[in-house]
């Protein structure tokens, strides 16, 4: 090898076998990732502080990092490593026909890009449970047309309790999936009953113009739904990371 090249190779070899990061900055916290040169996460945290999750990424022998925020962090250039934010005008591994793109959540781009690349060629229906509920779709071709939104659990506590009068703020754990014998069960069960019958019935719709549909279940609070084996559900609760992941070696400089 002569010296002239001997750098360039270095520094392909080396960008070879560093890990990645992803970063996800929600409504509420702060999800870190890291994926090893394989592709596998290797490890995972939570942060209240974007600085203090940059701190912990650097020492994990990153290369290069994505990070999507819908709630509009800070994202400044930090020394270290490549960041790349995420964005409608990222690189995307599906066709986008949203028709106000800019609006379009990165989390949700992030739930379609690991859906674009985990289930190709498949009608796949993503269900993101966390502060709101987001439904959305991506046919065989991998077109992406749009989806929903609908509140999640906690934000359907809240207001029941927020805009009437007498109804408690009530936790989710005193539902038990039944007709509720007290005013709090009967909140509780509303809500996940009501969350349960909402998710299966977008399924029913869906399986029935694509009978080979896969669903998918991701989210803080995707854990509190079990769908009938009938149809065929994938729940992961990594599936944004990966996301972002996939995203981020289809951008990466």
Known sequence: MTAAFKPIFTEALNKKYMHRG????????????????????ANKQYFN???LCYQWLKQENIYSVIVSSVAQGSTEEVIGFEIH???YLSKLPFKNQYLSKETLGV???????????????????IFDIGTCMTIDFLDPDLNYNGGNISPGIAMRLKAMHQFTGRLPLVDIKDANFTMGSNTKEAMANGVLLGMQHEIEGYIQTFTKKYPNLQTVLCGGDHSHFVIPSKYKIFANENFVL????????????
């Open 107 to 125: 989390d949700r781009i992030a739930a379609l890009a690991a859906a674009a690349t985990q289930f190709p060629n498949q009608a796949c229906l």
């Open 22 to 41: 992803v970063i996800d900055i929600g409504n509420t916290r702060i999800k870190a990732a890291v994926f090893s040169s394989e592709g596998e996460l």
């Open 85 to 87: 934010s995420l964005s």
């Open 49 to 51: 502080d974007l600085s």
């Open 242 to 253: 990966e996301g972002l992941y996939a995203l981020l070696l289809l951008n990466e400089k």
